[in-house]
């Protein structure tokens, strides 16, 4: 079943303390992209990657940090996690078609992170 | 700055009616939009795209029309259920770039 992972679903941690979301896919999809969404702002891209050692600033990238070693995985790391990083995160990942268009991007099932 | 707008209050219609839902954008020229649907505490889940040279497209009981000169799309379901109830979300992107600007998304409530 083609899917896209993440873990864990639900993180509650303290300020400061580093941590880690995990994303994988299995569709060997080159493109891979961070969201965070909160109430009436929407999903903000974070980072994306357009494949293995790729990465670049989406439109919220303060305070966060990516990496893409393997093509099926791009973790999302906060080093030094403050209060206003609480959100929901989605990892997603898509293919490009031809003429440069994104197909249909496929989402995890969401990571509801809460810094306290 | 680019932004996308999508209505912000929720959309009530009774069960049969056709929804109309509406993403406007300013300061930015997509190559093509998509439309996801969202359920509460889920991630989003697509449902069309379209490209900037094409005006209309279909798929099933959903109907996406795109006028790159108003700068809208309008997205309808038609034969509306219950099962229609979600958030949907409209989506931005260009073949010059490789980021995605997505609208906060509309309400819909479909009432039996």
Redesign the interface.
Known sequence: EAQ?TQNPRYLITVTGKKLTVTCSQNMNHE?M?W?RQDP??????IY?S?NVEVT?K??VPEGYKVSRKEKRNFPLILESPSPNQTSLY?C?SSQRLA????????????TRLTVL | SQK?EQN?EALNIQEGKTATLTCNYTNYSP??L?W?RQDP??????LL?I?ENEKEKRKERLKVTFDTTLKQSLFHITASQPADSATY?C?L?N??G????????TRLFVKA
């Open positions: 896209v493109y992209s969201y009436g702002l929407g999903l903000r891209q994306y357009m670049d989406g439109d989605f997603a003429g440069g268009i994104f197909n249909e991007q496929f989402f995890g099932p969401g | 996308i912000s190559a093509y998509q996801y505490g889920r991630g989003p889940v697509f795209l490209r979300l989506a992107g073949t010059g490789f980021k995605t600007i997505f609208g906060a998304g």
